[in-house]
């Protein structure tokens, strides 16, 4: 991932791979990798809107892990360990990209209009996604 992988001292810290960029630029444009990651068996993607001031999410998940990528907008993105562990949050703008696994509680603000791509691990049908759903309240 040629993004700036950001990971802090604690091993449950927010993973955030900042400022994706273009690997190849050429006349006719670019190809930016966003995943390339062995074994993430993506089977949803999303392209999910969201209005400034508004909040998501405020659950966890039981087997789903996930990648979001904002491709406009910025958020303020909040998890916590589902057992034990420290809130906290980190200020996500375009061309960011966060993962969450399983049992991580997660939050998100949006502080401008945004809009972002998820890749799921699990189905996003509306059935198996509440069954794998907790919701909780962290912001």
């Known amino acids: 991932m040629n993004g700036l992988f950001l990971k802090k001292s604690n091993p449950m810290s927010i993973k955030v791979f900042r400022n994706i960029s273009p690997e190849f630029v050429d006349e006719r444009g670019g190809i930016t990798r966003l995943l390339d990651e062995q074994g993430a068996a993506i089977r949803s993607v999303l392209y999910i809107t969201s209005k400034a001031g508004t909040i998501r999410s405020n659950h966890y998940h039981k ?77």
């Open 63 to 139: 087997r789903d892990t996930h990648y979001c990528y904002l491709l406009t907008g910025k958020a303020e993105w909040h998890e916590k360990p589902v057992e034990g562990g420290a809130h906290e949050t980190e200020v996500l703008g375009a061309g960011d990209m966060v993962y969450t696994p399983a049992m991580v509680i997660h939050a998100v603000k949006f502080l401008e209009d945004t809009t972002f791509l998820a890749f799921a691990t699990e189905p996003r049908n509306q059935a198996d996604y509440e069954a794998d759903t907790v919701r909780v309240q962290l912001i």
